[in-house]
């Protein structure tokens, strides 16, 4: 079936350093994705979408890229802080559908 | 803007007891709500989607008379687990949703940990 699975289980990255985190995505007909933020026994929090048709998407300290050729998207974290430790989910929609289908996730860690 | 609440956010109960949890939206008015369970170390798997004022549409493999869902107004969602099994202790997260269109963002709630002894 279709799916949305991330390439790395978990990540380490020093302090200030920058992280990417990765997501695959099987579904071509997905035209919306989400990245979210879990921290322990919390709910997820909303950190950047992008469009399909789109490619780059800029935040405050993060940026989200899309490949749609190969189905990829990434999470770019810049200056990786202590409080940026959590789980990474990516999530997708497709067309009018309001479900999102969330990946695997993906643990950062960042150490001091 | 756009705060979700759930209560409560830890419940312990016997098995064979139902659990009520409530999701709702603080500053916002929820077209769609959605309630989502998450085991240990796992990703959200979706269990229903529901709308305002009509019957909850379930996922495959959730039993609707098991988890019982009801959305009777634009800011409150609830989630009946009913005769609660110790395989039915989970992290239980709500989100909601304007319903105004393609990016429609969901806004998830701080989640519910249910245990089932």
């Known amino acids: 079936g279709e799916s949305v699975g991330l390439h790395l289980p978990t990540l380490s990255v020093q302090e200030g350093d920058n992280s990417i985190i990765n997501c695959a995505y099987s579904?071509?007909?997905?035209?919306?994705f989400i990245w979210y933020k879990q921290e322990s026994g919390k709910g997820p929090q909303f950190i950047i979408d992008?469009?399909?048709?789109?490619d780059k998407r800029q935040g405050q300290r993060v940026t989200v890229l899309l490949n749609k050729t190969v189905k990829h998207l990434s999470l770019q974290i810049a200056a990786t802080q202590p409080g940026d430790s959590a789980v990474y989910f990516c999530?997708?929609?497709?067309?009018?559908?309001?479900?999102?289908?969330f990946g695997t996730g993906t643990r950062l860690t960042i150490i001091p | 803007g756009a705060v979700v609440s759930q209560h409560p956010s830890r419940v312990i109960c016997k098995s064979g007891t139902s659990v009520k949890i409530e999701c709702r939206s603080l500053?916002?008015?929820?077209?769609?709500m959605f309630w989502y369970r998450q085991f240990p170390k796992q990703s959200l798997m979706l269990m229903a989607t529901?709308?305002?004022?009509?019957?909850?549409?379930?996922e495959q493999g959730v039993e609707k008379d098991k988890f019982l869902i009801n959305h009777a107004s634009l800011t409150l969602s609830t989630l009946t687990v009913t005769s609660a099994h110790p395989e039915d202790s989970s992290f239980y997260i709500c989100?909601?949703?304007?319903?105004?269109?393609?990016?429609?963002?969901?806004?998830f709630g701080p989640g519910t940990r249910l245990t089932v002894l």
């Open positions: 500053d916002f008015q929820a077209t769609t």
């Open positions: 992008i469009r399909s048709n789109m």
């Open positions: 999530a997708e929609k497709t067309g009018g559908n309001e479900k999102l289908t």
């Open positions: 529901s709308n305002e004022g009509s019957k909850a549409t379930y």
């Open positions: 579904n071509s007909a997905s035209d919306y």
């Open positions: 989100s909601a949703t304007t319903g105004q269109g393609f990016a429609d963002t969901q806004y």
